[in-house]
């Protein structure tokens, strides 16, 4: 990869320096807290490749089991080494992430560029889904901004928004899990609507794509309700069981809220 871009070399050259960033970013796992020495250019060119990986595969992806699925990050970069430690490095081991990888943990940055790394170095072992942070209105407020502010520039916090609005939004794994980082939606009648969500897409503040990063369930309602965050929906079981059932589905696995 070089500054302008990425059309005059080739994908040997890219994935050389994606596998030298991947090894550096590997070589302090002993050392907690510490700052992996990056370079703006590089990160630019680590989110211009990933951005077109993304858009190269489908919104809804469909994958296939054996595969790790994982939830909230949030900055903390110990925990994600401790997730593959555990779970296995890619590519021995098939992951699917389901979003909010920047904020409130102090290393979004190490977090983020890993991820796109072994998104970009293995791209059908290794799959990201949105989260509800991966938003430019979200990460401004809850720390990725402050921390790219501070260590590189709000230029490159830009490009890591181009980036992330490119990312899918769902998952389904062996035809009977449906993946997402939040829930179910009103607006979701077929999974083809999921398919045909424009991207590179920001995060509006209603309709199908909020839902799908922002919705909760609730086991105390049945049908929809008022969302407490103040942003989308809740929904009952009994939408769970109805969605289920039309979609001949036997699971939703989702993320943002604590277990």
């Given at each position: 990869m070089?500054s ?11 994935l ?9 970013l ?8 510490k700052h992996?020495q990056?370079?703006?250019p590089?990160i ?5 490749v990933?951005?077109q ?17 994982c939830?909230d ?10 997730i593959?430690?555990?779970g296995?490095f890619?590519?021995?081991?098939n992951y699917?992430?389901?979003g909010d ?12 560029c890993l ?8 791209p059908?072992?290794f799959f990201l889904?949105?989260?509800?942070h ?6 401004r407020i ?5 921390e790219c502010k501070?260590?590189?520039?709000v230029?490159l ?5 181009d ?7 769902a998952?389904v ?7 997402m980082?939040?829930g179910?939606s009103p607006?979701l009648?077929?999974l ?8 590179p897409m ?8 909020c ?8 086991r105390?309602?049945k ?9 989308s929906y809740t929904f ?5 069981a ?12 989702r993320a943002h809220?604590?277990?």
């Amino acid at each position: 990869m070089n500054s302008r871009g990425t059309k005059e070399i080739s994908m040997d050259a890219v994935l050389a320096e994606v596998g030298g960033l991947i090894e550096r970013l590997l070589e302090r796992r002993n050392k907690k807290g510490k700052h992996i020495q990056l370079v703006e250019p590089e990160i630019r060119r680590l989110c211009i490749v990933a951005k077109q990986v993304f858009l190269a595969q489908p919104n809804l992806l469909e994958l296939e089991a054996p595969i790790n699925i994982c939830g909230d990050i949030h900055g903390q970069y110990p925990d994600l080494l401790r997730i593959f430690e555990s779970g296995g490095f890619p590519p021995d081991s098939n992951y699917l992430f389901l979003g909010d990888y920047v904020d409130r943990g102090k290393q979004s940055i190490e977090t983020i560029c890993l991820l796109l790394a072994y998104k970009i170095k293995f791209p059908e072992n290794f799959f990201l889904l949105r989260g509800n942070h991966e938003c430019a209105s979200i990460n401004r407020i809850y720390g990725f901004y402050d921390e790219c502010k501070r260590r590189f520039s709000v230029r490159l916090w830009k490009i890591f928004t181009d980036c992330f609005n490119c990312l899918p939004v769902a998952a389904v794994i062996d035809d009977k899990i449906i993946c997402m980082h939040g829930g179910l939606s009103p607006e979701l009648v077929n999974l083809d609507q999921i398919r045909v969500l424009e991207r590179p897409m920001d995060v509006p503040d209603q309709g199908l794509l909020c839902d799908l990063l922002w919705a909760d369930p609730d086991r105390e309602i049945k049908g929809w309700g008022e969302n407490d965050r103040g942003v989308s929906y809740t929904f009952g079981a009994d939408k769970v069981a109805e969605f289920l059932r039309k979609h001949d589905l036997d699971l939703i696995c989702r993320a943002h809220q604590y277990i």
